[in-house]
């Protein structure tokens, strides 16, 4: 049996087992990650600001493989590769395969700047997710037992770094819990003079979206009470402000509060394959692949997802977002049934269904190719969108009606502050 060995259980990895799974006795799957489930990361922001709970948006990747008897999982971490003996290495013991499936995704970057990451956490994992809510609202109990109405500010003050996606998803929430959930919930502050100031170094929100969607983006935010700050480049972070450059001229926001959603970096399995295979990695650390998603000259070993740097469709590689990495965790899945076959494969073609964010209640922007459009029917389409593409059945329908709940009542039913608790 050809053995087909997957790291990483997101999006690509998943996608491409699942895929391999139906192949039955012709292919045994390994599929290694260093946790046990499969995370929904564009949801995250959801469980970040207390809308969703973590088990909503994850699912145990055994359960979700449990028919297809070909598949091992592996829980644990690879820390090296070797191309010579065709090994993967991990924390206990090693796997050999005939064909290797990088799909180990990417982490924060700070630009050079490791130490702002105490100070400002980003959204990568749930665990990232936890430590934002608990910062979210560790920050209003704090302001409301502040002594001062500058503590008391520098607490209800809010900065988000970065205004792709992400940012823009954080900020609207952050918003909604402030000048919504929370009016009535505190008795010495009034959340409605909080502030959430989301800085982005480029002209417009959202810059991979066409320009008037990130206008709209941007109006939409500022309606919710959000300040927008472009052409803002952030300097320095410390436990009690951000600095940043606009036009010459140097600013200085006290602040207790910083989420970044700035910048990615990728996983240090890219840099073993460097080493090892001489791969050429972008700026951002990502693996610059074949048109087959190999890499060159290493046609045993395929690199998919955001680990990937693929540029031979258009003149800017394909984004990090979860369509591209499941439809190269299809083409993965498909070009190895080729090969075992003996048919060939035609280059990785990615076909772009659009692009969807969400800014806040009924608020959206929404670019489908042939349609651009924003407000309502964006954002009702992003809801649906995003429920269909939860892994499990029950994900969905608990999903629906926390929303549906949410929706009606404006409460969000996960703010807990749990870790540990400030004193």
């Known amino acids: 049996m050809h053995h087909v060995v997957i790291v990483g259980g997101g999006f690509g990895g998943l996608y491409a087992a699942k895929q391999l799974g139906r192949l039955g006795r012709s292919v045994r799957v390994t599929l290694i990650d260093k946790r046990n489930f499969h995370l929904f990361q564009p949801l995250l922001y959801q469980v970040a600001t207390g809308g969703l709970s973590p088990g909503d948006i994850a699912s145990p990747l055994r359960a979700v493989l449990r028919h297809y008897s070909n598949i091992s999982v592996i829980q644990s971490e690879v820390f090296d590769i070797r191309v010579s003996d065709k090994t993967v290495v991990l924390k206990e013991g090693e796997v050999t395969y005939d064909t290797l499936i990088l799909s180990a995704g990417v982490s924060h ?114 309606r919710l009470g959000v300040q927008v700050q472009t052409k803002a480049m952030v300097t320095d972070i410390q436990a009690d402000c951000v600095v940043y450059k606009k036009e010459d001229a140097e600013y200085t926001i006290a602040t207790h509060t910083v989420l970044w959603a700035a910048g990615m970096k990728a996983s240090p399995l890219s840099a073993v394959l460097k080493r090892e295979t001489g791969a050429e990695l972008d700026r951002q650390g990502r693996v610059v692949v074949a048109p087959d998603l190999s890499v060159p000259q290493y046609a045993d070993i395929l690199v998919i997802g955001d680990l990937a740097c693929y540029q031979h469709q258009g003149e800017r590689p394909l984004p990090g977002v979860a369509p591209v990495a499941m439809q190269m965790g299809r083409y993965a899945a498909c070009l190895i049934r080729n090969r075992i076959k003996g048919h060939k494969s035609k280059p990785f073609r990615y076909v772009d269904k659009g692009s969807l964010a969400v800014i806040g209640r009924n608020a959206a922007v929404a670019d489908l190719g042939f349609i651009k459009f924003s407000g309502f029917f964006a954002w009702f389409a992003w809801v649906f969108i995003h429920i269909a593409y939860l892994i499990e059945y029950d994900n969905r329908l608990l999903v629906l009606f926390q929303w549906a709940w949410n929706y009606v009542t404006r409460k969000r039913g996960a703010r807990l502050i749990t870790g540990k608790v400030d004193g």
């Open 109 to 222: 970057s700070y630009f050079g700047n490791e130490q702002w990451q105490k100070y400002a956490p980003g959204l990568k994992t749930v665990e990232d997710a936890l430590d934002i809510r608990h910062r979210v609202f560790q920050a209003f109990e704090k302001a409301e037992q502040a002594k001062s109405d500058s503590e008391r500010m520098a607490w209800m003050t809010f900065v988000l770094v970065g205004a792709g996606p992400t940012g823009v998803e954080l900020a609207g929430a952050v918003a909604e819990l402030a000048f919504a959930t929370l009016v009535k919930d505190f008795r010495n502050i009034d959340t409605k003079k909080t502030k959430i100031i989301l800085l982005e170094g480029a002209d417009r929100v959202l810059p991979p979206f066409a320009e008037g969607l990130s206008d709209k983006a941007q109006k939409s935010l500022e």
